[in-house]
């Protein structure tokens, strides 16, 4: 019979779960040297955030098929070397869902009618009505700002609640904004016109301080925010400022910069700020759906069934995975291209596969493709298990076509993207020491390794061009490693792929533009 491991706590129905298939074995609080001596000893593994499972761990588990994570992050997992083990690694995606945009309408409501300070008012002996007059949320503008699976949640009730709907999300199809009552625009209008924002979006290089001193002096004076997402959105030094001065009427956070919340002048302000611990995942519910979700799907993997929720790379037999290993990661790779090429709203992605490609199985390189063309929007949220759930939700049509007559390469992968920023392709080939080429780019043929930072231009083909970009680029201080030039005529329209040594400093590929000849350009960083 198999054995599983839970080393942190986990509500009693998923240890019931559990024992169905498997003797299960509580252990809570080992050392990590005491949790690699004894991970020999079985086949799966169910933790929450306190339990470290290092790569000694991994390569100590001899026997482990999977490792269960019974709430959202993996942070507290060495996934790769979990993949490289052949190991399974699962979490709960959804389990929080209701809970964290439960508490952002809570929030949202206690904010707008003073319930805390009321509340200890009352307790305090007072009984001062004046002091505690509140607002309501009908008629009101909301701006969710991410509308995933939680701010959808949040539209959905809110739109009921009589709110008015604005949205910013420039993944998401317009179509699904629609089926939500939202309207879709862009951060600046959201920031000027809501009565109440609502952050439902990841911590990125690209969203850390997004409400800054700058945006929140845009904003009415009735305005009020509401994080219960990830600390670092919000700059917390400009919030207490603004709030101090009047600038908006209020906020709500429950996340921080740094937790536990120590010295900040937040803790100084009274009815317009509430503050609370985290709590955005803490209901019993919660607790029990996590413990669910991720106890049976350590059952199916015991029986031999796939996983629902894999962070890694699921349901692929171990034969099928060696061959198609190195394709994956092209399609990856040219997916997260063509995503930048076509800018964050994708409408429709067309996937080509050619040569050899197309006697194979394609629903692996389909999801590496998507999970690549995501990757700029979700960051470690998309894996293989979720990138095609996540496109459907999306609005993104995707559409395969093979053809084993073209036989330039072995094999080759072209993707067609239909985005913000127009219509463009890529296709790209493996060599034959795997190395990965881009061999067109728009149909214009090309022939370079992809590289982390990388400029792309279209221009027309004449002389001089080359050398003003590349004094352009020696004024940024950029450097350039690599430049290819792709063209079907002389003296017609070209392509210029460019590799930098360091991400591109913004307002480049304004200033690149502005050159006579050059018709656009774009960053990409892969």
Known sequence: MSK???????????????????????????????????????????????????????????????????????????????????????????????????HALAMMLSLSRYIPDANQSVKNGQWDRKSFTGVEVYKKTLGVVGLGKIGSHVATVAKAMGMKLLAYDPFISIERADELG????DLDLLFREADYITLHIPKTPETTHLINAEALATMKPTTRIINCARGGIIDEAALA?????????????????????????????AKQLILTPHLGASTAEAQVNVAIDVAEQIRDVLLGLPAR??????????????????????????????????????????????????????????????????????????????????????????????????????????????????????????????????????NFPINVPPSPNMLFTLHRDMPGIIGRIGSLLGDFNVNIASMQVGRKIVRGDAVMVLSVDDPLPEGIVTEITKVPGIRDAYTVTL
């Not at 559990?18 to 000893?41: C, F, N, Y």
């Not at 400022?241 to 302000?269: C, H, M, R, W, Y």
């Not at 999970?371 to 979700?378: P, R």
Request: with cysteine; proline share 4%; glycine share 10%.
């Open 241 to 269: 400022e603004a709030l101090t001065n009047g600038t908006i009427a209020g906020a709500a956070l429950d996340v921080f910069e740094t937790e536990p919340l120590k010295e900040s002048p937040l803790k100084q302000l």
């Open 4 to 102: 599983v491991l839970v080393s942190d706590p986990i509500d009693q129905v998923g240890i019931d779960i559990l024992s169905q298939v498997a003797t299960v074995d509580v252990k809570i609080g080992l050392p990590p040297e005491e949790l690699v001596r004894i991970m020999p000893e079985y086949d799966a593994l169910m933790i929450r955030s306190g339990t470290q499972v290092t790569k000694e761990m991994i390569e100590a588990g001899t026997q482990l098929k999977i490792i269960g994570r019974a709430g959202v992050g993996v942070d507290n997992v060495d996934v790769t070397a979990a993949t490289r083990a052949g190991i399974v690694v699962v979490n709960s995606p959804e389990g929080n869902t209701i809970a964290a945009a439960e």
């Open 182 to 185: 939202c309207r879709l625009v």
């Open 309 to 442: 929720s894999a962070v890694n790379i699921p349901g692929l037999r171990p034969d099928v995975l060696e061959k198609l290993r190195p394709y994956m990661q092209l399609a990856e790779t040219l997916g997260k291209l063509v995503g930048q090429l076509a800018g964050k709203r994708v409408e429709s992605l067309n996937i080509h596969l050619q040569g050899e490609l197309a006697s194979n199985a394609s629903q692996p390189l389909i999801v590496a493709t998507l999970k690549g063309l995501l990757s700029q929007a979700l960051r470690e949220r998309v894996n293989y298990v979720n990138a095609s759930i996540e496109a459907k939700e999306r609005g993104i049509r995707v559409v395969e076509t093979r053809d084993a007559s073209i036989r330039d390469y072995t094999g080759s992968l072209h993707l067609e993207a239909k985005g913000s920023l127009g219509d463009h392709s890529v296709t790209g080939v493996l060599l034959g020491d795997g190395e990965i080429r881009i061999t067109d780019i728009d």
